[in-house]
């Protein structure tokens, strides 16, 4: 006999596969369970609903993303290799295309289901941003960088790394950059991030 645990593992990767063949609102409570070989009684009595589902799937995957983003090992002599090399790192997150199917579900149900969204951030988007908050912390009190506050500069390396892309691929369904793409992003904006972009003739 399965434990709880080994089923919810079961539930999670069956729903994983329907919400990204079906989309959200067309999946049923129903079909998860068939998916997953339980009835529905077993369904709720492990996740209340199809949105608490979700949202363990996203924790889930997430997680799974997260354990594998170890910025720490990022500590390059050369500071700018090692700042590109963590926006890569964050770039894998971001830009990974599960991760980009989720957050496309999350915002066309946001309206329906405001916690989606709400916990999305916190599983996801948040923990990228401390992660990298913590690395520049690491280089702030090494004397490699100088910044007045890092979680404010970590969102805003994020959003220069990684919010364009992840915007086209959700708004305008356009491809995801390739591995080669990311790195070159990675190197501009270390090197945009550390040196600035004013000419020998701004003022």
């Not at 963590?86 to 980009?100: F, N, Q, S």
Request: proline share 3%; with cysteine.
């Amino acid at each position: 006999m399965r434990s709880d645990d080994e089923t919810k593992r079961i539930v999670i990767e069956a729903a994983r596969h329907a919400f990204a063949v079906d989309g959200y609102a067309a999946t049923s409570t129903e079909e998860l369970a068939r998916g997953a070989g339980i009835s529905t009684k077993t369904l709720y009595r492990l996740f209340p609903g199809k949105a608490a589902l979700f949202e363990a799937m996203c924790a889930d995957r997430l997680d799974r993303l997260l354990s594998d983003v170890n910025l720490q090992a990022n500590n390059q002599a050369d500071i700018e290799t090692g700042l590109a090399a963590v926006l890569v790192a964050c770039a894998d997150l971001a830009l990974d295309p599960e991760v980009v199917a989720l957050q496309r579900m999350v915002l066309q149900q946001s309206a329906t289901f405001p916690d989606l969204a709400a916990n999305f951030y916190r599983d996801g988007i948040s923990r990228t941003a401390a992660a990298l908050a913590g690395w520049l912390r690491d280089q702030v009190k090494k004397k490699r960088i100088a910044l007045d506050n890092v979680d404010e500069a970590a969102g805003m390396m994020i959003g220069m790394m990684v919010s364009a892309p992840q915007r086209a691929a959700i708004y305008a369904g356009l491809t995801l950059p390739s591995r080669k793409e990311i790195e070159r992003r990675a190197k501009v904006c270390a090197a945009i991030l550390l040196d600035g972009c004013r000419g020998p003739s701004g003022s």
